[in-house]
């Protein structure tokens, strides 16, 4: 089965950056930690009272997530760079757009995985419910869009200090996912929140292309 996978190259690139997560767990732990830290912090300055979660707690939410998701992303190619990896990767006889699709991928699952033990805890913290059905779609193409525009600043990180930079580009994706969550958590369901959906998946279609073609230019450079 392994074998099977590993014949496509995206694939392969997704399982050695999955076997070397389970290895260091560099990214699962350092996103999981902030992410937390920031969810506690925060309810230590607000008084989570019924009035004030819905208008807060989106923000909360998804400010953890996003920051933790650059501290994370960030090491997506530096480890590659410390170990003298990105060579050989660059060097292997296989497109510029499979190692970004490979490295994407990656980020995603590793992303969606911290928000599978952050939102629960987010949730018991801050005392609201998640519908779990409604919530999924706005959790999985706000981390897509993240995760598509955040391997690409990746790249261009390991060779520059703006390692922030991808914020500013993320900035639909954080807005949309906000505002479909403080919509659900306001009227109590996620159709009025469903909105925003349309508008997310736009950004993902149209950023996952344009960040894969820029790739092939950035890791060149």
Known sequence: MRDRLLRSPVLAILWKDMVLEARTKDFFVSVLVFAIIVIVVFNFAVDPTPQTVGLVAPGILWVAIVFGGVLGLNRSFALEKERGAIHGLLLSPVGRDSIYFGKMLANFLFMFLVEAVTFPIFAVIFNISFDAPGFLPVA?????????????????????????????????????????????????????????????????????????IAFSFVVED
């Open 140 to 212: 999985l193409l706000a981390t897509i869009g993240i995760a598509a525009v955040g391997t690409l600043f990746s790249a261009m990180a390991v060779n520059t200090r703006a390692r922030e930079v991808m914020l500013p580009l993320a900035l639909p994706v954080i807005v949309a996912a906000v505002e479909a969550t403080g919509l659900a958590l306001a009227d109590g369901g996620w159709v009025s929140g469903a909105r925003w959906l349309p508008f997310l998946a736009g950004f993902d279609a149209l950023f996952v292309v344009v960040c894969a």
